[in-house]
Structure formats: C-alpha cells, structure tokens
Antibody, heavy 119, light 110 residues
Framework: QVQLVESGGGVVQPGRSLRLSCAAS????????MHWVRQAPGKGLEWVAV????????YYADSVRGRITISRDNSKNTLYLQMNSLRPEDTAVYYC????????????WGQGTLVTVSS | QSALTQPASVSGSPGQSIAISCTGT?????????VSWYQQHPGEAPKLMIY???NRPSGVSNRFSGSKSGNTASLTISGLQAEDEADYYC??????????FGTGTKVTVL
C-alpha cells in the first residue's frame, strides 16, 4: 500500500531555513509526479510545488517561488522541500502527495509535518 | 494563482442531496477536465473523492458525483450521511502547469 511519511518539521525563526523530507513506499516512486501542499492552522489547502517523475520539470506557487525548492532522489525514494528565508506566514502543516498515473490529480497524501515559523 | 471559489458552508439533513460549487476561470477549471475533489476530516489528511471532473476512485461511494459547466465544477453528495460531515476542497490543473485549490466548504449534516 502507498505510504508517504514526511519529516523535518519543527519550530524555526523567521529568516532561517528548513528542509522537509518525504519517504515514499508501496509504489514505483520514480514514475510519479510528486507535490507539496500546505495547510495553515485552521485554514484551507494551498498547493506549493510539483516535480515531474524524473525531476526535470518543477513548478511553484507564486507565494513561494524564489524561496522554496522541490527536489527528489529516486534512488532513495525520497522527496524534498528546501525552504529558505522563512516567514511567519509559512507556518503550516506540509503534506507530501503523489499524482495519479498520467493524470494531473493528487491521489495519495502523507499525514503531514508541522512547520512553525516564530521568534 | 487565485484560489477557486467555493461556498464557505453547505448543510443538509440525512438522506438529502447537496451540491458544492467550485468556480474558477478559463485558465483552470474551464480550460481542462482535470478537476478533483477532496474530503478532509478534522486532524486527517485529505482523501481523493473525484478526479477528472466525474471519476470516482475505487472505494469511494457512488453517492459522490462530479460535473462541470464552463468555469464552474460541482460535487454532489446524494443520500447524505453523518460520516459525510467534513471539509471539501476542489482542485484544478492550470494553464501554468501548476495546481490550484478551492477555498474549501464545510459540510454539516443536520
């Protein structure tokens, strides 16, 4: 069965950096597009970034472009999110998610990791 | 990349049918048949309910159905049940190869 397990969240000061990881199992990781989606406390879902199956294509939300980088290591079945110049408004649960095969639609989500940006 | 517009809340009695709208633009909802719907219970990750406007993943009740007209997509829940009480989000592929979510709708079973 598909499993997506996020890690790396925590409390970080404004302006600092953080790297999130997502360990994938139960499917052929190297053949699927992968996403990061976040949800601020008590708020709705916000799409953050997507990376193609081979890492050649990456797209970002306007709100994070230039500060956040999505990447993947298919040899380790792991997805990453490097977040720099963090702001209080980046405080959220960050979900790792996978696309359906050949269809731009997210089908499976991890349980999320909480990032809190506060001094 | 403005969020798709959904009603903040919709309610219905058990057994009734309700519909949730999701309005975007010709650059997202109206331009592609790649609208998805997600159900999220408190403290849980979202769950895919509908993809490609009107397709249900295996295991999702046929009480859930989707449709689209122009720039507006809709999710209909028939035979409303207590366990349907949750937040629902639409999502669409966009002309920039990104994704966008809706503002979210809280469904209350009266």
């Amino acid at each position: 069965q598909v499993q997506l397990v996020e890690s790396g969240g925590g409390v970080v000061q404004p302006g600092r950096s953080l790297r999130l990881s997502c360990a994938a199992s139960g499917f052929t990781f190297s053949t699927y597009g992968m996403h990061w989606v976040r949800q601020a406390p008590g708020k709705g879902l916000e799409w953050v970034a997507v990376i193609s199956y081979d890492g050649s294509d990456k797209y970002y939300a306007d709100s994070v472009r230039g500060r956040i980088t999505i990447s993947r290591d298919n040899s380790k079945n792991t997805l990453y999110l490097q977040m720099n110049s963090l702001r209080p408004e980046d405080t959220a649960v960050y979900y790792c998610a996978k696309d359906l095969p050949g269809i731009p639609a997210i089908d499976y989500w991890g349980q999320g990791t909480l990032v809190t940006v506060s001094s | 990349q403005s969020a798709l517009t959904q009603p903040a809340s919709v309610s219905g009695s058990p057994g009734q049918s309700i519909a949730i709208s999701c309005t975007g633009t010709s650059s997202d909802v109206g331009g592609y048949n790649y609208v998805s719907w997600y159900q999220q219970h408190p403290g849980e990750a979202p769950k895919l309910m509908i993809y490609e406007v009107n397709n249900r993943p295996s295991g999702v009740s046929n009480r859930f159905s989707g449709s689209k007209s122009g720039n507006t997509a809709s999710l209909t829940i028939s035979g409303l049940q207590a366990e349907d009480e949750a937040d629902y989000y639409c999502s669409s592929y966009t002309s920039s190869s990104t994704r966008v979510f809706g503002t979210g709708t809280k469904v209350t079973v009266l």
